[in-house]
């Protein structure tokens, strides 16, 4: 058997099987895009991404994921479905119990959320990720029309009234923050105004996350050099393996 879909609550989820395990397993937080059906997902219909897939598939790692209620933006709902979908992949599958995590833009919402109530994972790759619905609102300002659909987005995943989300997210937002014993390694691809901006909010971040000494690693990729980023997880996450 390849893979399995199944539901937890109201939303498809899927593990995909490798033909020789190796005993761990990797959680992914998809970004906007992505979403799980019953027969099929994001990751095994797009083309970059399925290369990824078999590419970890065929170093022995199990791997899964969930729709999350779609774009959930990071919603509570969508933390503690991730939540009880790493309880039952670990009452249902032979793996160390420690989960390695790949999250990708808006999944990272969704895990710095979930990192509070769930520590056991082995290690933490962050594709271009969006680490806070604050900035990522006024990012997106300028943009008229991504930004009143990204508006409506956040409004119905968090069940708020569409002309109170600037403002409520302005106020709540944290600066987010990594448990200092677990490796982190972000990888941000360069693709256009938008990704340059985040850069920028990244390199803010990362000084105050060595002032907490977190263990964290940023690679800056131009998009030609897109093809090497399913080797740098492999790597990454092969590093942090030798303590079970």
């Given at each position: ?8 609550d ?13 005993g ?35 170093a ?35 793996l ?123 690679c ?25």
């Open positions: 058997m390849e893979n399995r879909n199944f539901r937890l109201t939303e498809w989820n899927i593990i995909h099987y490798p033909h020789k395990p190796n761990f397993g990797i959680l992914i937080l998809g970004d906007e895009r992505h979403f799980v059906d019953e027969q099929s997902s994001f990751w095994t219909q797009n083309e970059g991404k399925r290369k990824m897939l078999d590419d970890l598939k065929q022995g790692y199990t791997i899964f994921y969930s729709n999350l209620y779609g774009k959930n933006w990071g919603s509570q709902e969508a933390v503690e479905l991730a939540k009880r979908l790493c309880m039952h992949i670990r009452k249902s599958e032979i160390n119990d420690k989960f390695h995590v790949l999250a990708e833009g808006m999944g990272a919402l969704t895990l710095l959320k979930l990192l509070k109530i769930e520590t056991k994972f082995r290690s933490l790759v962050l594709l271009n990720p969006i680490l806070s619905l604050g900035k990522h609102l006024e990012q997106e300002k300028e943009h008229k029309f991504f930004y009143k659909k990204l508006v409506k987005e956040i409004a119905s995943a968090y069940d708020i009234h569409p002309d109170y989300v600037y403002e409520h997210f302005l106020q709540v937002e944290e600066d987010p923050r990594f448990p200092i014993e677990t490796p982190i390694k972000i990888i941000h691809v360069l693709t256009g105004n938008r990704a340059y901006k985040q850069s920028s909010i990244l390199k803010g971040y990362s000084e105050k996350w060595k002032v907490d000494q977190v263990d964290y690693n940023i800056y990729l131009v998009p030609e050099k897109k093809p090497q980023i399913g080797s740098q997880v492999l790597q990454f996450f092969g590093k942090h393996e030798r303590f079970l």
